[in-house]
Every structure is written in C-alpha cells, then in structure tokens.
C-alpha cells in the first residue's frame, strides 16, 4: 500500500503498538507489558462467520530495522508472526508491505477456505486507515 508520509513517519506510527486498534478494529487492544518494551499483550475481538471470535497472545517485537522493517512473533496464545516494511518512494511517500502468518485456531478450521480472503481484506482495510492515521501523525 503507498502512504503520503515519509518512510520515518509511518515506521514511527507503526510502532506506536499501543494505538493499532485505531486502525486495525478487530484488534481490540495493545498493551505494553511493564518493564518489558519487546513485549505486548495483544486481544483481537471479531464477529465473523456468525461467531464471536476472541484470542489473545503475548508477541515478542524482534530487533527493528529503524524506518524500514518492524516484526514479531508470538510468545504464547495464537500463534502468528509478521512483519511491516516501510519502503521509501520519495522524500514525502512510501510503500507499506505487511506480511502476517497464523495457525488456524481448531474451531474456524472448518472454514479455513473462507478465512485466507476474509483476513486478507480485513487487514488490506486495516492498512487503509493506517494510511490515513499516518497521514495526522507528528513528524517528529
């Protein structure tokens, strides 16, 4: 996804963990865990699918690439890891590339097929906010 902000200020927005629920909803919360920065405590709650859907997990931020690349795994409960990289265009604008990878929780593996596409246009819109949020977000 290409953002109207520089490399630095959307690697700077991305890393404020604590505020991705305002752009990605269905990530119900960030908190950082005390006396630990590399570690969070993340809830996700969804309705989808005719269910509630709610997980949590504890990720582990990975060492950074300063303006180009954040990424995480996590420690304990859902299983997933990613990464966002920033990809400079110009001085004023950017490429985002965001990459997630999951297990398949045991009660959505019956719809499995459906869940790739879904996911994938929850965070592509996901992703759009961003670019707007970023777009507000203090350069310095």
Request: net charge positive; aromatic share 12%; hydrophobic share 40%.
């Amino acid at each position: 996804m290409d953002v109207d902000v520089p490399a630095s200020v959307a690697y700077k927005c991305y890393s404020d963990r604590e505020a991705i629920p305002s752009w990605m909803p269905f990530i119900s919360s960030v908190k950082l865990v005390e006396g630990k920065p590399d570690l969070s405590r993340w809830s996700l709650k969804y309705k989808a699918f005719g269910q509630d859907i709610e997980y949590s997990w504890v990720a582990r931020n990975m060492q950074p690439i300063r303006n180009q690349k954040i990424h995480w795994r996590s420690l304990e409960g859902l299983p997933n890891r990613g990464a966002v990289r920033f990809f400079p265009k110009g001085p004023s604008s950017c490429t985002i590339e965001l990459t997630v990878s999951y297990e398949v929780p045991a009660i959505l593996r019956p719809i499995a097929s459906a869940l790739q596409p879904f996911l994938e246009n929850l965070l592509s819109r996901g992703l759009e906010r961003f670019a707007a949020v970023a777009r507000a977000y203090p350069a310095d």
